[in-house]
């Protein structure tokens, strides 16, 4: 920006003329990074003045911070933030500001009960006149600019104040625009993390075993966010049976992710050592309990298979009971008691025994099944779900289950993990 030698030839054209310059340098930057020094340098160039600094307010302290300072006698950023320099609205010349949004002109700093000293000891700067103004976004508080000392002249004026509060109406923009891209930026890193979180748990999952033409076993999890705390699992035993679960960890996302993480370790030691499912659930609540200090549960629904003779032992922790499927109608299995694991320490479970017959199946659902929902709030629910697996003619008639909740939820949100595993001979 050409500049006149004398403060009386710097017209009105040359701050309209600045500002546009101003507004055009601005709209190319996208970082705080690189848009907080432009900041000062433009406003120091549109107000003829020696110095200036920004403060930023932020939000979750209530406070002012001193983020950057600029000077003709040092011309390069000075990161007052080293210092933890900070006001609190009311205090100093840019509290005050912040506080009533009206800008100030203050002829003599040192005169004025409200400056605060201390910015100039620590920058080295000594400040005779000032004017600061602040950058809002409708009733929103972004922070305040100050520009100090203006250049061959004692003050300030009205026009300096008129040209620096329209700068500060830019700079508010500028604000937004590069807070926004850099929250969308960290939206990106934080999505892209989770995408590999995701990729992390889905490893965790077991490949079921191809069990051959007339007995199977097929399972299938989907996380409402990224990753959840839904899990299944199948361990193969010594003598060819399976330990089956599946898991419903309290809570959603990566919480309950690491705790699924955590559970389905303290699982697997167990089901080395221990083959009666009531027996793996009261070693796996006793280590819960610690796991989970009272503040997380999770239930479980466990099971035993034997492919071979299709003779199956279960036990639940809470958990939804599974349902037999075969060619005459379904049930619900009667009879599972037993507290979610990581409640008390003190808790019983029973077993319940079954032997699946030709074309017979069993299914074990976690709530997110039957709590899914439309838009307008309605749950897919216990009829549903009994409605999709009688329609399914052949085994396996879990997949049907999920499919019929993706169509039936539409557009809802899906607003709890959702896992199905089912065991079936033919």
Known sequence: MTRASTPHDYTRADRLKGLIEANTALAHIESLEELLPTLLRLAQDVTCAEGASILLYKPEKGVLEFTLALNDSQDTARELMQSGMEFKLGQGIAGVVAETRKP???????????????????????????????????????????????????????????????????????????????????????RAQLDVAASIQENFLPRLPDLGANTGIWAKTRPAIHVGGDFYDCVPMEDGSFILAVVDVSGKGLPAALVATSLWTHLRTICSRVDAPQDILSQLNMRMIDVFHGELFATIALARFWPDSGNVIMSSGGHLPPIYVDGTGLREIEGLRGLPIGIEEDTSFTKVAVTLGAESSLVFVTDGVTEARQTDGSFFGSNRLHESLRCMGSCPRGHAVMTHIEEWACDGTQNDDVTVLEIWRR
Not at 128 to 142: A, E, G, M, Q
Not at 145 to 154: C, S, T
């Open 104 to 190: 100030l002109i203050i002829d003599n700093a040192y005169r004025d009960d409200r400056f605060f000293k201390q910015s100039d000891t620590t920058s080295g700067f000594t400040t005779r006149s000032l004017i600061c103004v602040p950058i809002t976004n409708k009733d929103d508080l972004l922070g305040v600019v100050q520009v100090v000392n203006a250049k061959n002249r004692d003050n300030f004026d009205q026009d300096d104040l008129d040209v620096l509060q329209s700068f500060a109406d830019l700079a508010a923009v500028a604000l937004l625009r590069a807070q926004m891209l850099e929250a969308m930026l960290r939206e990106e890193r934080l």
